[in-house]
Structures are given as C-alpha cells and as structure tokens.
C-alpha cells in the first residue's frame, strides 16, 4: 500500500506562484512514476506532470510547460510541484499520483495505481 499526502494548495492572485508538496510511504517512490492530476468542477481528471523517480526524466501536459515545473527530493520520498504564472484556469483540485505507467500512457489517470486525498487550488483575484 502506498500512501500519498498533498500540501500547499490555497488561495492565489492571477499571475502568482503556489508550490504544492506531496510525501510519499518510504521505499515506495523509487520503483514508481509519481504523477500530478488535476480536476476542476464539473471536467474530467486531467494530467498535469509526471517524473519517473528513478531515473529524474519530467513530462508535462502542454497547458502548463514553461509555467509548471515537477521535481522530487529522495531523502525525503516526496515530489513537488512548482507554480507559475497561475491562471484562473489552472483553479482545480490537485491530486498526487503513484504507478507503473508505460511512457506512452503516462499522462493517463487509469495507469496509477494510488491517490492522495487531494488539495485544491484557487486562481481568482
């Protein structure tokens, strides 16, 4: 079982920076894929960011590249998300992901395995 805790989220102007944390079980972040979703009200869960723990490599969905940064700290086992330029349209509930997603797959939510509970962020002035 692998357990998944997001913090960070909250309430930020249009054209700020929000960083979001996730920490992971020990021993569980090196043989997975560790993943950012996000779901606004009313669409569907939609890919954000990933990195392959191992091996450091990132992907981004086009909405967030140059904006949206992911990375991951080992001795901690968490991933971060880092924000930018926020827009109204990045407001939704932001999930933290683990699994063994092939590249391909990678930005689909059906390939992880486990969730966080969840932190949702607020874009509006």
């Known amino acids: 079982q692998v357990q998944l805790v997001e913090s960070g989220g909250g309430l930020v102007q249009p054209g700020g920076s929000l960083r979001l944390s996730c920490a992971a079980s020990?021993?569980?972040?090196?043989?997975?894929?560790l993943a950012w979703f996000r779901q606004a009200p009313g669409k569907e869960r939609e890919f954000v960011a990933a990195?392959?723990?191992?091996?450091?490599?990132?992907y981004y969905a086009d909405s967030v590249k140059g904006r949206f940064s992911i990375s991951r700290d080992k001795a901690t086992s968490a991933i971060f998300l880092q924000m930018n330029s926020l827009k109204p349209d990045d407001t939704a509930v932001y999930y933290c992901?683990?699994?063994?997603?092939?590249?391909?797959?990678?930005?689909?939510?059906?390939?992880?395995?486990?969730w966080g509970q969840g932190t949702q962020v607020t874009v509006s002035s």
């Open positions: 990195i392959k723990w191992s091996v450091s490599t990132t």
């Open positions: 992901a683990a699994g063994r997603p092939i590249t391909s797959a990678i930005a689909t939510a059906s390939m992880y395995y486990y």
């Open positions: 020990t021993n569980t972040a090196n043989s997975y894929t």
